[in-house]
């Protein structure tokens, strides 16, 4: 019985022992063995959102975004030039005019466009200026040019951080004469990249540090072409034009034939005149034979 007493305490040390990865300390046995305390579960989750939204404003990324709007004018026909060329006058800070038309066909009615891009800074009162209730139609498209925008910079920098260090291996002039060649083509390429790579960033830029405007001036439609007279008002100009149509096609063909007509005529007059004079010698043949 003494002896099962001696051995209790060692197998509970050794059950103790097989267990003792399964244990937690207590903040108190912690602090008694030098280690600070297991951070409670709701603690950990706490801290985890203060950490996620700490580094959440440092890992945001800007937004870069490519802005096209889209304008209708409807004018009365008369008015559409000055008005074109009006909008066209507005455009001078932070500003450029890519394309500008005036199309005054005898056969359409006026029309007009105008493609600007303007600034973002300037959008707001140039838009303003433009506004008005002659705009029948006003679209906005956008398109997100982030990771373009990411890519290239990323690009950019490691290429100048490259160029530096290949300026740095040349400025130190050591090894072999192949070596340095070498690293001067290897500059000239990397300069190209970075030249090419920044071209591309300048009309990124472009694209989202400005906006672009598509303008369209037509003139506004009559009572005729809205009302239920329409379809007699485009049979009547659709026989207006047939009738111009087919009167220019023989214009065309007299003035065609003309030139045939002064080489064709005197050819047939002369073979009628020798017809008929070969008739008449053939009369006065038989007639003198009938005479005899």
């Known amino acids: 019985m003494k002896s ?39 603690a950990m989750d706490q801290a985890g959102a203060e950490g996620a939204s700490a580094a959440a404003p440092g890992d945001a990324t800007p937004k870069y975004m490519a802005e096209r709007q889209f304008w209708v004018f409807e004018l009365p026909e008369k008015a559409i030039e000055a008005r074109w060329q009006a909008h066209v006058a507005l455009c001078r800070a932070d500003c450029e005019v890519l394309n500008a038309a005036l199309n005054k066909s005898a056969h359409s009615p006026v029309s007009a466009s105008l493609q600007l891009r303007v600034g973002r800074a300037s959008a707001e009162k140039l838009l303003g200026a433009m506004s008005g209730p002659e705009v029948k139609e006003r679209r906005v498209e956008r398109e997100d040019k982030t990771l373009q925008v990411v890519d290239v910079e990323a690009r950019l920098k490691n290429l100048g951080e490259l160029r530096d260090r290949l300026r740095a291996l040349l400025a130190n002039r050591s090894g072999a004469l192949k070596d340095i060649l ?53 049979a009547w100009r659709g026989a207006g034009r047939a009738f111009a149509e087919s009167l220019s096609a023989a214009l065309l063909f007299v ?37 005899t």
Request: glycine share 8%.
């Open 182 to 234: 070498e690293t001067e083509r290897e500059l000239a390429r990397v300069q190209g990249e970075l030249d090419s790579m920044a071209a591309q960033r300048k009309a990124l830029a472009n694209e989202t540090e400005k906006i672009l405007l598509f303008a369209e001036y037509r003139p506004e439609p009559s009572i005729g072409e809205t009302g239920a007279m329409q379809p007699l008002v485009e």
């Open 255 to 291: 003035v065609q034939a003309l030139p045939w007509l002064v080489i064709v005529v005197p050819v047939f007059w002369g073979i009628w005149k020798g017809l008929r004079r070969m008739a008449g010698w053939w009369r006065a043949r038989r007639a003198g034979k009938q005479g």
């Open 4 to 42: 099962w007493t001696c051995l209790l305490p060692i197998l509970l040390a050794i059950a103790a022992c097989g267990d003792s990865a399964h244990i937690v300390a207590t903040p108190a046995e912690s602090m008694r063995m030098g280690a600070p305390p297991a951070p409670a579960p709701m």
